[in-house]
């Protein structure tokens, strides 16, 4: 069973960064493809980014990593605004399918103005 746990998350002001990580177990790493989500308080999930690209709302500030060698991904988050206060979920999907089938526990990333 694939185990997918965050980290990184915290308090920052408006202008700082933030890295989360996820680290991945229980399945051959380079078999996931992997992504980033967000949810803020009475909205709904969101994409944030994976490999194969980012959400407008976060370009130019936000940047996804991936080391296999680490079972590893990471979110690079700069520049960050009261606006990205969420929790922070990574996902992993098994290569073929379409959507995201493993999830980890969120990490909650709160930015003040």
């Known amino acids: 069973q694939v185990q997918l746990v965050e980290s990184g998350g915290g308090l920052v002001q408006a202008g700082g960064s933030l890295r989360l990580s996820c680290a991945a177990s229980?399945?051959?790493?380079?078999?996931?493809?992997m992504g980033w989500f967000r949810q803020a308080p009475g909205k709904e999930r969101e994409f944030v980014a994976n490999?194969?690209g980012i959400a407008d709302s976060v370009k130019g500030r936000f940047t996804f990593s991936r080391d296999n060698a680490k079972n590893t991904v990471y979110l690079q988050m700069n520049s960050l605004k009261p606006e990205d206060t969420a929790v922070y979920y990574c996902?992993?999907?098994?290569?073929?399918?379409?959507?995201?089938?493993?999830w980890g526990q969120g990490t909650q990333v709160t930015v003040s103005s």
């Open positions: 490999m194969r």
């Open positions: 229980g399945r051959t790493f380079s078999l996931l493809a």
């Open positions: 996902a992993g999907r098994d290569l073929g399918r379409a959507e995201y089938d493993h």
